[in-house]
């Protein structure tokens, strides 16, 4: 089975090569996040966790292998003492036999026991494209919020302006520091959409290579239980 620190790797390299964008235009990032500071630290929070969740999909696997290994030994007294998570509908199946270290599937179980991990692993990563969802909606919401508050503070401008002024130059600063707040809601407004589609472009290639790790774990385990059920069936089909 494919080992899934190359997954780690690339997830863990990518991440770096994002902060050191980041940080090379951290004065920006900075003026563009401290225009909403509340608003876009809720999205980098989202984006943090969902980050977490994508790793520890990627992690979970590494039990499981160990868990197949002590079965592909064949060596005695190597029995599992712990039931894993992701291959809990194969543990059931094995039952007494893992005391053994030992199985044999028939082809219905072996349909069953796949199933049931395709399931488990479908799960898990219906999680994280929540996230990315997430992530998005917030990006849209700040969007919005903020257009809204322009468009309020616009109208506020136009209803303030007093034209029957003569001295024109009070009329256009009047107007100049009306425009501040409508400003600042245009600020939110981008602010808002840079950090949530930019979290979910981020989050979303680390789902991707996740969910590689997965199908890669997924293949082999498909790859070794259809030999062993294939053995299975010979077995049986021998008239001695």
């Known amino acids: 089975m494919s080992n899934p620190k190359h997954t780690l790797f690339w997830m863990t390299l990518f991440?770096?090569?994002?902060?050191?964008?980041?940080?090379?235009?951290?004065?920006?990032l900075q003026a563009a996040f401290m225009a909403n500071w509340v608003f876009n630290l809720l999205i980098v929070c989202v984006l943090l966790v969902g980050i977490?969740?994508?790793?520890?999909?990627?992690?979970?696997l590494f039990p499981e292998m160990r868990w197949i290994a002590q079965f592909r030994t064949g060596n005695a007294g190597l029995s599992v003492l712990q039931e894993p998570r992701l291959l809990k509908p194969l543990a059931r199946q094995l039952d007494d036999d893992s005391k053994r270290d030992r199985f044999?599937?028939?082809?219905?179980?072996?349909?069953?026991?796949?199933?049931?991990?395709?399931?488990?692993?479908d799960e898990q990563r219906e999680i994280t494209r929540y996230f990315i969802s997430l992530?998005?909606?917030?990006?849209?919401?700040?969007?919005?919020?903020?257009?809204?508050?322009?468009?309020?503070?616009?109208g506020?401008?136009?209803?303030?302006?007093?034209?029957?002024q003569e001295?024109?130059?009070?009329?256009?600063?009047g107007l100049q520091s009306?425009?501040?707040?409508?400003?600042?809601?245009m600020g939110t407004a981008f602010s808002s959409s840079l950090l949530g589609l930019g979290g979910s472009l981020v989050l979303g290639f680390l789902d991707i290579q996740a969910g590689h790790a997965q199908n890669r774990f997924y293949d082999g385990l498909e790859e070794w239980l259809t030999g062993v059920t294939n053995l299975v069936d010979r077995v049986d089909d021998d008239p001695r």
């Open 15 to 28: 991440l770096v090569v994002v902060v050191v964008v980041c940080a090379l235009i951290h004065k920006p």
């Open 52 to 60: 977490a969740i994508t790793y520890r999909q990627v992690f979970v």
């Open 104 to 121: 044999s599937l028939s082809t219905m179980s072996l349909r069953t026991v796949l199933d049931g991990i395709h399931s488990r692993m």
């Open 135 to 154: 992530l998005i909606f917030l990006g849209l919401l700040g969007t919005f919020w903020g257009l809204l508050g322009t468009i309020n503070s616009v």
């Open 156 to 164: 506020a401008v136009i209803v303030n302006l007093d034209m029957s």
């Open 167 to 173: 001295d024109f130059g009070k009329v256009f600063a």
């Open 178 to 185: 009306g425009l501040l707040e409508p400003l600042e809601g």
